[in-house]
């Protein structure tokens, strides 16, 4: 992929050593692409979750905020705990946002619907 990409071999070192070194800078730059990807035309934006663990064990969880048109825009990513956290850094937007029962409480609905979402959200059950 990096070669088809970069036209050149990267290795992994390298893309290690700016993820562990320079991850504030990378967030920078994904945080001023953002408003970019924003201007792109799409039809809907669907939030998802997955659970794994690291090497020490230690379970961690994936966020992600895709938004659908004609192609898949990706406009944030994070590894952090907490639902209501990543519904808070979810950019702005207009549409349906779709998500499974992870989502499915009020403080994330709340704050989905306050940054301009219809949410639809997989009901919990309980």
């Known amino acids: 992929m990096r070669k088809k990409f ?13 993820e562990i070194k320079h991850s504030d800078l990378v967030k920078e730059v994904l945080r001023a ?19 794994f663990p690291n090497w020490h064990k230690d379970l961690n969880e994936f966020f992600v905020c895709v938004r659908f048109g004609e192609t898949l825009i990706p406009v ?4 952090i705990s ?14 349906f946002a779709l998500a499974d029962g992870a989502f499915d409480a009020k403080k994330v609905l709340n704050e989905l619907v306050g940054k301009g979402y219809v949410s639809i959200v ?3 059950k309980r």
Do not use: C, H, M
């Not at 944030?76 to 590894?79: G, H, I, R, S």
């Not at 907490?82 to 549409?95: D, L």
């Open 6 to 18: 970069l036209k050149r071999r990267i290795p992994k070192s390298t893309l290690n050593y700016w």
């Open 33 to 51: 692409l953002n408003p970019l990807l924003e201007q792109i035309d799409y039809l809907y934006t669907f939030l998802d979750s997955t659970k």
């Open 76 to 79: 944030y990513v994070d590894l």
């Open 82 to 95: 907490s639902k209501v956290e990543f519904a808070a850094r979810t950019p702005e937007g207009r549409g």
């Open 122 to 124: 997989k009901p919990t």
